[in-house]
């Protein structure tokens, strides 16, 4: 799975992150397929065979299922069908290849996800990714606000940070021009009333040169 960039976490027991399980069922067919060459040379073709079916069919389910729940969209009704498909069959073949009990995540899926899909139209938009990427903006308004001795300020430093991050509009958002106090135009009018008072003002006399007179002799 390192060559196509997809590791396991040293910690929990190997597990995948989610971004990491996704483009593992994503990618599932490359994944399985390289196993079964690998289990066909020791063990024949029959048993390799096996080995993918089992595994490939139900990945396949899970893979439409995370691809229109994950969607933060308005489902349309042929979409919402073949995530009710994906969810039954889902189900079935767990049962049928493993024999054993769904487990409550799984149970989920096969009865109570698309009961909510269809009331709403859509999964994806109750989704946790958003709040998940607050977490790096998060960590660091708290390095910029570590330095604080004071528990109230540091807070109030960080939530200030969060704020100006979360800036939903992007970058190219336009611009508006900012408000001046009456204070600051006023400055500002009476340079401009100087400079143009210097302006108008007669040129002075030239000055001679050392050691000579101004006057004509």
């Known amino acids: 799975m390192r060559d196509i960039e997809i590791t396991q976490q040293s910690y929990w027991g190997g597990t995948l992150t989610g971004n990491h399980c996704r483009?593992?069922?994503?990618v599932h067919t490359v994944i399985l397929g390289r196993l079964r060459d690998e289990i066909k040379v020791d063990h024949g073709s029959?048993?390799?065979t096996k080995f993918y079916e089992r595994f490939s069919s139900i990945l396949q389910e899970l893979h439409v299922i995370g691809h229109y729940s994950r969607a933060t969209r308005f489902l349309t009704n042929e979409e919402l069908d073949k995530?009710?498909?994906?969810c039954k069959a889902f189900g079935l073949i767990y049962r049928r290849e493993f024999g054993k009990m769904l487990t409550v995540k799984g149970h989920c899926i096969e009865k109570h996800l698309v009961p909510i899909a269809r009331r709403f139209r859509t999964l994806g938009i109750f989704g946790e990714d958003g709040?998940?990427?607050l977490h790096?903006?998060?960590t660091r308004s708290r390095l910029l606000a570590s330095c604080m001795r004071s528990p109230v300020a540091k807070h109030k430093a960080v939530v200030k940070h969060n704020v100006i991050q979360m800036d939903f509009k992007g970058k190219d958002k336009e611009k508006k021009p900012r408000k001046r106090s009456a204070?600051?135009?006023a400055r500002t009018r009476t340079r401009t009333h100087a400079h143009r008072h210097n302006d108008?003002?007669?040129p002075s006399q030239s000055h001679a040169p050392v050691g000579t007179s101004s006057r004509r002799r």
Do not use: G, M
């Open 83 to 86: 995530l009710e498909a994906s």
């Open 200 to 202: 108008t003002r007669a």
């Open 131 to 133: 709040i998940e990427a």
């Open 183 to 185: 204070a600051a135009a």
């Open 136 to 138: 790096p903006l998060d």
């Open 23 to 26: 483009k593992y069922v994503k």
């Open 46 to 48: 029959d048993v390799a």
